[in-house]
């Protein structure tokens, strides 16, 4: 591995949903370089694939698996096939998940309201009601669900976004408390503007105007690394957060702390 590996995961399994691009890529490599055996769970089989081949070249332990969030099917399969790689899994990073349009609610199709539902919302149920029996076998465990500053006030023109990642929220805190006495801990992360496909891309219109409206809605006058957020989900995993059970760890440049200026 590189010059700078650590190992406070050797030994340990972490199963990444949607590590094939963004947050989830920087974060499966980070758990890669600290020893973990990553399970790369992506639709995108293509990306996950490669990254596969990344981290191995750098002398570490993973493999690319097909996983739709969406469906109970494609989850537990993948989970099944990370157990039968690894033996078993210590880290779950729920971490897939899609935008909203910009537009108001009463604006909003049906449709696209149910396939944020379905992938931001149902995906981490679908996954943790998997991922737990697992960690009691194990064990214990480790899980964290991606929300979003979103998931802590309120956005105009992305309700549906907000709600669902509210919902995170309330399921990480509740799911929590059911669980700790099984030695597992779950938390939630809420990152704000990434420097990512999604932001970059899809959200900002791809152009420099967009790009400086993403900037000018954080305080720090930048947008975070993808770096940044990975660092924080290993340390939410990592024994140095034994005590952290139930919490939702901002992590947004001053973005949802009030106005500034």
């Known amino acids: 591995m590189t010059a700078h590996s650590f190992a406070r995961f050797e030994g340990k399994c972490a199963f990444v949903t949607g590590s094939a691009s963004g947050i989830g890529k920087t974060t499966a490599l980070a758990f890669a370089r600290e020893g973990a055996m990553v399970a790369l769970a992506d639709r995108d089989e293509k990306g996950a694939r490669a990254l596969a081949r990344a981290i191995e070249a750098e002398g570490g332990r993973a493999f690319a698996v097909p996983c739709n969030v969406a469906d109970a099917k494609s989850i537990e399969t993948a989970l099944h096939e990370t157990v ?4 078993g899994i210590d880290i779950a990073f729920n971490n897939a998940g899609i935008e909203q349009a910009g537009v108001p609610l009463a604006d909003l199709p049906e449709e696209d309201f149910d396939r944020i539902v379905a992938i931001d919302l149902r995906g981490v149920y679908l996954c943790m009601r998997k991922q737990i029996p697992l960690m009691r076998k194990r064990g214990g465990g480790v899980i964290v669900n991606t929300s979003s500053g979103a998931g802590v006030v309120g956005i105009a023109n992305q309700a549906a976004y907000a709600a669902v990642k509210h919902g995170v929220i309330g399921m990480t805190r509740s799911v929590a408390l059911e669980v700790i006495r099984d030695n597992i ?5 809420c990152p704000g503007i990434i420097e990512t496909p999604m932001i970059t891309e899809r959200v900002s219109g791809g152009t420099d105007e967009g790009r400086q409206r993403m900037v000018g809605q954080e305080p720090i006058g930048r947008l975070g690394k993808p770096e940044e957020i990975a660092q924080s989900v290993l340390y939410m995993c990592s024994e140095a957060a034994g005590f952290m059970v139930g919490h939702a760890m901002i992590v947004d ?6 106005i500034s200026g």
């Open 84 to 87: 039968a790689n690894y033996g």
């Open 185 to 189: 801990r779950v938390n939630a992360l």
């Open 253 to 258: 440049g001053g973005q949802t702390t009030g």
